[in-house]
């Protein structure tokens, strides 16, 4: 069994920063892909960004140079770093994982960017 837990969303003024983690317990594989994605309601989820083995990372164009995935190996955690915010980043942002064919959601974290 995989759970995730996200945590860091809030309220923030634009322009404003947020870190938002994702800790992934249970059995997980050494070898997976995390991302992050984001919902608006009445809108499909939305891929923001992801980090595979070795670090490689890749971003929507929409959030390219503001946003930044990492991951801590050793405490199964993945991050987004979310600079410059803008009231169109306001969402829910969910974690996902995806190893051995299978894909584990968190239960996702509210930002809300105010103008």
């Known amino acids: 069994q995989v759970q995730l837990v996200e945590s860091g969303g809030g309220l923030v003024q634009a322009g404003g920063s947020l870190r938002l983690s994702c800790a992934a317990s249970?059995?997980?594989?050494?070898?997976?892909?995390m991302r992050w994605y984001r919902q608006t309601p009445g809108k499909q989820r939305e891929w923001v960004a992801f980090i595979m083995d070795g670090d490689n990372t890749n971003y929507a164009d929409s959030v390219k140079g503001r946003f930044t995935i990492s991951r801590d190996n050793t405490k199964n955690t993945v991050y987004l770093q979310i600079d410059s915010l803008k009231p169109e980043d306001t969402a829910v942002y969910y974690c996902?994982?995806?190893?051995?064919?299978?894909?584990?959601w968190g239960q996702g974290t509210q930002v809300t960017v105010s103008s």
């Open positions: 996902n994982l995806f190893q051995r064919g299978n894909n584990y």
């Open positions: 249970g059995s997980i594989s050494s070898s997976n892909i």
